[in-house]
């Protein structure tokens, strides 16, 4: 744990070099029986790559995780993604390809030539989800890459279809369990740019896109919102001139400008083939996460971690994050309601004061309905970087929390209770640095009461990651 404070939640930005299977993890309290499937998570474990530091937490070389649990016992495993970004970076003994705010072409013949073949980045190190029936990692690029959900092997590439095309895509498609598919969108750059939306069939039968909308200069967007009839992409005003970005002078997302004047825009799509039904503007803000959307009666409700501006973009900078720097940019749960029919009204309500980020609910039941329920990670006043889990209730802003001292918890990731026949009903997990003992945990708390259950010590300290999914069995999942 070389070169931070014991205590300090930079311990969490140390890279982790060792890959261990160990069958019984140490446990504390008693997992519930009836949680007999696996957790997998990825994110960054490797900042310093080689001869080189990259530059931004989100650039780190991708790991994958895997908690599995059987009768009350906890097995774990962790690798490094084998992605062809992570193979290139091993033999070249650097960063190989371009990633969020690292770029390694240092040369100008380099620039060129990712200009005529670029390079995309596939070190998947933001999500974990499963695209037509098999498990992927994620990342910001239309490269997603399958793995073997038991042993962690990367398996190739999932296919984007040449119809659905893009460079630029996003980590959190939707699921819609009633058209049995995921959505999810790619941004096309040319000399006319496009955002497209499309479909992955759960069966992984022909992908279909659903709509498409020009744009001369694309918003980073990290997510984007899902009602029961819509799909709403929410352009922050982070704005790109593709041209720029083609000619490649910055790091990726150095190129994109706070542009306020532009507002907060909302492009409200069909899912079924009817196009773009409306757009509307609001105040300018910045975010990452999508919570959840509904439709009430005409209104769509569109809830997000809204930030005043892109500035934690910024405070997420390896050097800061190291340094043990404050991070106090504050994400607050935020409602925007408009009505397609009157489009030039939007309607902002903040739902709860809690500081709340990483944010997940109760998806199988409430995805694209009226819900109640939003868990996440939270800063306490004072605390130099997400510290806590909070539940927030949305109908009142009334808010839990759990902390422990010298503790950093990461994504609570909601799983229900067999049979439950309420929203909430059953556990969350979290893989938490405990920075005093430089070691990690996975804690499981009662949704509800955010009261402990249980935890389960790993060896080593897990790099803070960002986004995983449970999966209630493994079997099918495995590498065809
Ligand atoms: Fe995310």
Not at 36 to 51: E, H, I, M, N, Y
């Amino acid at each position: 744990m070389a070169g931070s404070d014991r205590g300090s939640y930079a311990s969490g930005f140390v890279d982790l070099d060792s890959e261990v299977t160990v069958d019984r993890l140490p446990v504390k309290g008693a997992f519930p029986a009836w949680l007999t499937g696996s957790l997998l998570r990825t994110g960054p474990a490797k900042f310093d790559v080689g001869r080189m530091t990259v530059n931004h937490w989100f650039d780190g070389l991708a790991m994958l995780h895997r908690f599995s649990f059987t009768g009350g016992g906890v097995s774990y495993a962790n690798r490094f993604l084998h992605s062809d970004s992570y193979c290139e970076a091993v033999i070249k003994g650097a960063l190989a390809r371009g990633e969020f705010a690292t770029d390694p072409c240092r040369t100008l013949f380099q620039r060129v030539a990712a200009v005529f073949s670029p390079q995309l980045t596939d070190n998947c190190n933001v999500n974990v989800d499963m695209l037509g029936g098999e498990p992927v990692a994620l990342t910001e690029t239309t490269l997603p890459m399958r793995f073997d959900a038991e042993t962690l092997e990367a398996l190739g590439h999932y296919g984007i279809s040449p119809q659905v095309g893009g460079a630029i895509s996003i980590a959190h498609p939707h699921h819609d369990a009633h058209r049995a598919c995921r959505f999810s969108y790619v941004v096309d750059f040319g000399r006319r740019s496009r955002y497209r939306l499309f479909a992955i069939p759960d069966d992984g039968g022909e992908q279909r896109v659903v709509a498409e909308m020009e744009v001369d200069k694309p918003a980073y967007m990290h997510s984007f919102a899902m009602t029961e009839r819509y799909l709403v992409l929410t352009e922050f005003p982070l704005v790109v001139d593709p041209l720029r970005l083609m000619l490649a002078a910055h790091p990726f997302i150095k190129n994109y400008r706070w542009t306020p004047d532009r507002g907060l825009r909302f492009h409200v799509f069909d899912k079924d083939g009817g196009g773009l039904i409306a757009s509307a503007e609001s105040a300018p803000a910045f975010g990452f996460h999508h919570v959840n959307a509904y439709e009430d009666g005409d209104d769509v409700r569109i809830d997000l971690v809204a930030y005043a501006d892109s500035s934690v973009i910024d405070q997420l900078y390896l050097a800061h994050l190291r340094a043990g720097d404050t991070v106090n940019a504050t994400g607050r749960l935020t409602r925007y309601t408009l009505r397609p029919d009157r489009s030039a009204q939007v309607q902002v309500a903040p739902l709860a004061t809690a500081m709340i980020e990483l944010p997940r609910i109760d998806y199988d039941r409430c995805a694209g309905r009226n819900y109640r329920y939003v868990w996440g990670t939270g800063r306490r006043p004072g605390a130099a970087f997400l510290d806590s889990i909070v539940r927030i209730d949305v109908t009142d802003g009334s808010t839990l929390t759990w902390w422990e001292e010298g503790c950093y918890p990461g994504e609570p990731v909601f799983v229900s209770a067999p049979g439950a026949d309420t929203e909430g009903t059953g556990v969350l997990l979290s893989v938490v640095l405990d920075a005093r003992r430089g070691t990690s945990f996975l804690l499981v708390l009662d949704a509800q009461t955010l009261a402990g259950v249980a935890r389960a010590e790993c060896p080593h300290h897990i790099p803070f990651s960002f986004h995983g999914s449970y999966f209630p069995e493994l079997s099918g999942t495995r590498g065809k």
